[in-house]
């Protein structure tokens, strides 16, 4: 997937003029940054099992964490509009949840990888600026069955949309500072051992405040 990611980003860099065959470099209205924050996270899990006995109800339960986070991003300004890509450099891990069953405990968390997220940024008035943009994460299960099996690893798409504010310091260098808000679709996997049972996460949501340090040519 990371190969993945920087061919879209060469690609971007290809298809506005950026880099062209002959290997010149235009630099003119490209932007590059690193951003710090922090972010919280929601979601509601719930473990379904179609043998369940009648009157026993599925397990169901909602849970928020705190996450630090890292990015690095590269954008395109076309005066007024900026068109980005955001990478984050860390890995977004879920508290581990416990699901003790007699005598069999089985314990489930999840790990966010290669977080990219395409995006605009339109001024709104001053250094406020407008953002909005699609993401796409890749879901990696890390779960000690006690009943066996296991749940294989997905992805899922979003959408983010937020302001923020920014300051040139000098000679194109320039600090921001965003407050966004996220929403992710719902995921949902099959135990390969019982494939009456699988787990879904519905209302997967974050909001994060970051501060951003770019270099705009």
Request: proline residues 2%.
């Amino acid at each position: 997937m990371r190969k993945s990611i920087l061919s879209l980003i060469f690609s971007v860099l290809m298809a506005t003029g950026l880099i062209t065959s002959s290997s010149a470099v235009n630099l003119e209205g490209l932007g590059i940054g690193v951003s710090f924050g922090t972010g919280g996270f929601y979601a509601v899990g719930e473990e379904k099992d179609d043998n369940n006995p009648t009157g026993v109800d599925d397990t169901k339960q909602s849970g928020a964490f705190q996450h630090e986070i890292m990015s690095v991003f590269v954008e395109y300004d076309v005066g007024p509009i900026r068109f980005g890509l955001d990478y984050f450099m860390d890995d977004i891990t879920t508290p581990e949840n416990t699901n003790i069953q007699g005598s069999t405990t089985n314990t489930v968390k999840a790990t966010f990888q290669n977080h990219t997220t395409g995006y605009i940024a339109l001024p709104v008035w001053g250094g406020l600026y407008a953002k909005a943009g699609y993401m796409y994460v890749d879901i990696k299960t890390e779960e000690r069955l006690g009943t066996g099996g296991e749940y294989g690893n997905t992805d899922t798409n979003g959408y983010t949309l937020g302001l923020g504010f920014e300051n040139e310091i000098q000679d194109g260098v320039s600090i921001r500072a965003e407050l966004m808000g996220s929403r992710y679709d719902d995921v949902e996997a099959t135990n390969s051992k019982n494939t009456t049972t699988s787990v879904k996460v519905t209302d997967m949501m974050g909001a994060s405040a970051r501060f951003s340090l770019v270099k705009t040519f």
